[in-house]
């Protein structure tokens, strides 16, 4: 599939949709990893370099003469997860720098109250949950990957899988419950 639709798109664009000839992901696609990546907690301003990212790492594997994903669209999603989760260490890096930065200046200060409405919410929990357990909740509700599509990207079993999502989920509904939302 990459490689047919690389090799029509060598002409020019891609059927005038405006997309650069031998660009790796179709708009479906592209919007499929922008989605992962904004659902992994990834800011706006940064979607376009994640995206980015994705294409590289297609044509790298395509340079390195490795055969084509079977399933692109799939494969790009587990990328684009795997980059909202280095986005997040590095994120979670820096604030522990800030944070002993800030600490040889002055006392810690309590936040507010955050609003209670479902969205932030979830975020709040997704944010909460170890990457792994993120990981597999955005692939299998967001990115709508059956388990074994996952399992298969990931590297490990179906029952690992399904382990993580089933702790994940009982991580967030309780945590909906503490925070009084459902």
Do not use: C
């Not at 590297?155 to 009982?170: D, I, N």
């Amino acid at each position: 599939m990459l490689r047919g639709r690389t090799r029509r798109d060598q002409r020019g664009y891609a059927g005038g949709t405006g997309r650069v000839a031998g660009d790796p992901l179709d708009a479906a696609q592209e919007r499929r990893v922008r989605a992962v990546l904004a659902l992994g907690g990834v800011p706006q301003s940064d979607l376009p370099d994640g995206v980015q990212q994705v294409r590289l790492r297609l044509l790298e594997r395509a340079a390195s003469g490795r055969e084509a994903p079977r399933d692109v669209s799939a494969w790009a999603a587990v990328v684009a997860s795997n980059l909202a989760m280095d986005w997040h260490r590095a994120k979670r890096r820096q604030e522990r720098l800030g944070e002993r930065l800030a600490s040889l200046r002055e006392p810690a200060h309590a936040s507010g109250e955050e609003s209670s409405l479902l969205s932030l919410a979830v975020a709040r929990g997704l944010d909460g949950l170890p990457a792994a357990q993120r990981q597999v909740v955005v692939l299998r509700f967001f990115a709508d990957l059956p388990v074994r599509a996952i399992a298969e990207e990931l590297g490990v079993p179906e029952g690992t899988v399904k382990s993580r999502l089933h702790t994940a989920v009982r991580a967030l509904r309780d945590r909906l419950h503490e925070d009084e939302v459902v």
